[in-house]
Structures are given as structure tokens and as C-alpha cells.
């Protein structure tokens, strides 16, 4: 008889990229809460005392690294620094990124280059390393890409953002050929629109919230919580036959219009 489902991560460690705020803070408690032992990263070292506080007083292990994912120095020194101090890493959530809002015209080469850079080219890097050292050599792996609902739709003034996007759901379907047979499973999960620091001015503007709420077919905007069930299941044993593949945790908002057409 096959046992039953718990998404319980117990025994497995977790490497979580930009865990000093927003998503990818509410990302790795939800990982400690389920069992997991937990490396945690960002730029600055300091941002991460508090969170590596509430991870260890769960009764899980917590190492903070520095993690710089547009540096490929700083990759290979952080994955580095966690080979000398933990024997494995069975969970990659692939979370730091950012996002430059620009009407198209006024986009420049380094706005470009900031953005595509750190959500393309630092989630393929920060893999790539930690498939290397450590999934591949013990057969196991699950890589979560952080995507967005801009995977599939356009969103005016997002162009860059938009690109980076949807070049990670594209790159996530090649490396789930490249490393299925080492037993790594990589998927994409895929926010719709949460209120933190990194679009906090979109929140502050009533009308957009009103316009945005009209659209999703769930009625209101994502909360924290709403994310935590499909990154159990991505994490998990449980999801050992899914990989490739894009997870929208958006309230439906990536279906298209939620208007009925008018009669006649
Ligand atoms: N909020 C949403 O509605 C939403 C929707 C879809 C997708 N997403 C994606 O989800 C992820 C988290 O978003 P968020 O809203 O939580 O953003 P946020 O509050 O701005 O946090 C971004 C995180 O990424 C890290 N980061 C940024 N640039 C980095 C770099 N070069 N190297 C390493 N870490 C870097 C930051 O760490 P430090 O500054 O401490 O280094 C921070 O921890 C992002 O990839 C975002 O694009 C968000």
C-alpha cells in the first residue's frame, strides 16, 4: 500500500536564494516548518541574522551564505562555503530576482541587463552549480524556479521582467531533459501578484488594486499563505513524476478575460 501524502520534508536540507524579504523569506520557514534543514542567502550577510533565528528556534539547521546571483564568483563561492557545511542539498528554490517598471521606451541596456541577468542568467547559474555538486552526484534533486504570471502573458511596461520570465519557464523545460535521469525534477512555480517591497507601489495605488482584482477570477490578490501549499508539493517526494512544468499560483489571472461578453 502506497503511504499516505505529507509533503513532510523531514531529513532533507534546502537552499533558498533571496531569503532576506518578501517571497523568498516566506519560502524557507515554509520549507523549516515542513521539516527542513535550511541554507539561506543574500547580498548582505546581516539581513539574514533574524531569519536564520526564526529557522534554527523551529529546531532546524540554518546556514546563511552570501549570494550575489549575478556574479558568478559569488555562485560558486557560496555553493563552495555550503559543500564544506552541509553533506547535501535535495531542495533548490530559485527565488532571488528583480524587476525595473519601465514604459518600453525608456529601458536602458543596464536596466536590461540588471533584470535579465539576475532572473535568467543567476537562476540558470545557481542550478547549474548546485545540480553539479550536489544533486547529480546523489541522484536526487528538486529545483523550483521562481516564475511569475508574466511566464505566459504580457503586462505592459514589464518588457525586460516579462523576457527574464518567460526565459526561465523556456530553460526549466531543457533542464528537466538535461537532468531527469540524475533524478532531479525541475519546475517552475509561478506567482501571480503578492503585495511586497518589490511592487509595494502598485499596492499603494487603490485604483490598480481595484483593476487588478477585476481580473482575477478568485476575486482578490495572492496572499503569503496561498503559496505554501504548491511549494510543499513541488519540494516534495510526492511530486517524483512532475518536472518541466509550470505551477501559476495566481487566482486564475493568467486565463484571460473574466468579463462575460455582452449578450447579442
Ligand atoms: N511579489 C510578487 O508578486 C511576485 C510575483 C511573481 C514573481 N515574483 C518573484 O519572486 C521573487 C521574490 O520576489 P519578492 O516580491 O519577494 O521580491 P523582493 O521583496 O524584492 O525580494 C527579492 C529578493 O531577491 C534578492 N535579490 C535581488 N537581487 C539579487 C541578486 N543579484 N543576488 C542575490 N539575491 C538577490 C533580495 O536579496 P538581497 O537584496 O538581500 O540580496 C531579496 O531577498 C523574485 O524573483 C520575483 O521576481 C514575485
Not at 499516505?4 to 517571497?23: N, Q
Not at 532546524?60 to 555550503?82: F, G, H, N, Q
Not at 487603490?206 to 510543499?232: K, Q
Amino acid at each position: 500500500m502506497s503511504q499516505p501524502h505529507s509533503f513532510d520534508l523531514t531529513g532533507r536540507t534546502a537552499f533558498v536564494s533571496g531569503t532576506s524579504r518578501g517571497l523568498g523569506e516566506r519560502f524557507a520557514l515554509t520549507l523549516a516548518k515542513a521539516g527542513a534543514d535550511l541554507i539561506i542567502s543574500s547580498r548582505t550577510l546581516a539581513s539574514l541574522k533574524d531569519m536564520e533565528k526564526q529557522v534554527t528556534d523551529l529546531g532546524r539547521k540554518c546556514l546563511s551564505v552570501e549570494l550575489d546571483v549575478r556574479s558568478m564568483d559569488s555562485i560558486t563561492a557560496a555553493v563552495a562555503t555550503a559543500k564544506s557545511q552541509v553533506e547535501k542539498i535535495d531542495i533548490l528554490v530559485n527565488n532571488a530576482g528583480c524587476n525595473v517598471r519601465k514604459p518600453a521606451t525608456e529601458i536602458t541596456w543596464d536596466d536590461w541587463n540588471l533584470v535579465v541577468d539576475t532572473n535568467l542568467r543567476g537562476t540558470f547559474f545557481v542550478a547549474q552549480q548546485v545540480a553539479k555538486e550536489f544533486m547529480i552526484p546523489a541522484g536526487y534533486g528538486r529545483i523550483i524556479n521562481i516564475g511569475s504570471v508574466t511566464c505566459v502573458a504580457g503586462y505592459a511596461g514589464l518588457a525586460p521582467y516579462g523576457a527574464s520570465r518567460g526565459g526561465v519557464k523556456q530553460m526549466t523545460m531543457s533542464l528537466a531533459h538535461d537532468w531527469g535521469k540524475d533524478g532531479i525534477t525541475v519546475n517552475v512555480l509561478a506567482p501571480g501578484w503578492f503585495k511586497t517591497s518589490q511592487n509595494r507601489v502598485m499596492y499603494e495605488d487603490a485604483g490598480w488594486v481595484e483593476y487588478l482584482t477585476e481580473r482575477i477570477p478568485l476575486g482578490r490578490p495572492g496572499a503569503m499563505d496561498d503559496l505554501e501549499g504548491p511549494l510543499l508539493f513541488l519540494a516534495a517526494e510526492e511530486s517524483r513524476y512532475v518536472t518541466g512544468q509550470l505551477l501559476l499560483v495566481d487566482g486564475g489571472i493568467s486565463v484571460g478575460a473574466t468579463r462575460a461578453l455582452p449578450k447579442k
